[in-house]
């Protein structure tokens, strides 16, 4: 498990003001907040249409997938994915192991397609360390805690 506070939601976004200041269209989001929108955009028949909206933004970023399990909005989700699959760039953050999402998407098949692909032509950030706010606390008692690191798998 990767642990909270190391700075993932941080380096996503910096990554999201990075392309802004490129040029791209950049949108953040929570992996809740979204789900939220997807099933009132279901169930006000308009989904496809929501859906689409999504088209414009080069880069979208979902933060916070999996601290709670998705149940029927894991199928919403992973429409959602499906659809900027090789159309746009996305990043997930997430506190979760990939042998664990199928705990949060509820759907062994489910999950394998999805996982297929996000992780077809992307790079994975691996976040091991202690939380930054747990650093910070522990900085401000004179201990010294210690660093993170980041690492790149291709």
Known sequence: MVRPGTGKSHIATAIGMGAMLAGYRVRFVSVMQLIQELQLAEMEYRLPRFLKSWNKYELVILDELGYVPLGEGGK???QFISGRYEQGSLIITSNLEFSR????????????????????????????????????????????APHEHVKNED
């Open 76 to 78: 919403l989700l992973f």
């Open 101 to 144: 999402w199928v705990d949060v998407f509820g759907d062994p098949a489910l999950t394998t397609a999805l996982l297929e692909r996000l992780t077809h032509h992307s790079h994975i950030l691996l976040f091991d360390g202690d939380s930054y706010r747990f650093r910070q606390t522990l900085g401000g008692r004179g201990k010294e």
